[in-house]
């Protein structure tokens, strides 16, 4: 059964960066998404960005274009978000998640079957 936890979040200054990781692991994903979304307390959970298997293909929500880069290790087990010139708006618990899927992903959290757990991610001074 395959798991993703993320890792990699906390508190960091406006204009800081962080790197979170998606690690997944228990079965072999030939060909798969890994999606990242985010949520704020009272909101609906927001699609920040994904990333294909079989293409490598990258999608992003326009208010991180520019600023947020996701990428896969070689193997395609971890998956990282790298967020420079963070906002106070980007505050919030991020989430990855995963499904098998030949297609380019979606920022869609209804296509994603296997979530993780969440990690904060706070901007604050």
């Known amino acids: 059964q395959v798991q993703v936890v993320e890792s990699g979040g906390g508190l960091v200054q406006p204009g800081g960066s962080l790197r979170l990781s998606c690690t997944a692991s228990g079965a072999t994903l030939d060909d798969y998404a890994i999606g990242w979304f985010r949520q704020v307390p009272g909101k609906e959970r927001e699609g920040v960005s994904c990333i294909s298997s079989r293409d490598s293909s990258r999608y992003y929500v326009d208010s991180v274009k520019g600023r947020f880069t996701i990428s896969a290790d070689h193997d395609g087990i971890t998956v990282y978000l790298q967020m420079n010139n963070l906002k106070p708006e980007d505050t919030a618990v991020y989430y990855c998640?995963?499904?098998?899927?030949?297609?380019?992903?979606?920022?869609?959290?209804?296509?994603?079957?296997?979530w993780g757990q969440g990690t904060q991610v706070t901007v604050s001074l």
């Open positions: 998640a995963t499904v098998w899927s030949p297609y380019p992903c979606a920022l869609t959290q209804n296509e994603y079957v296997v």
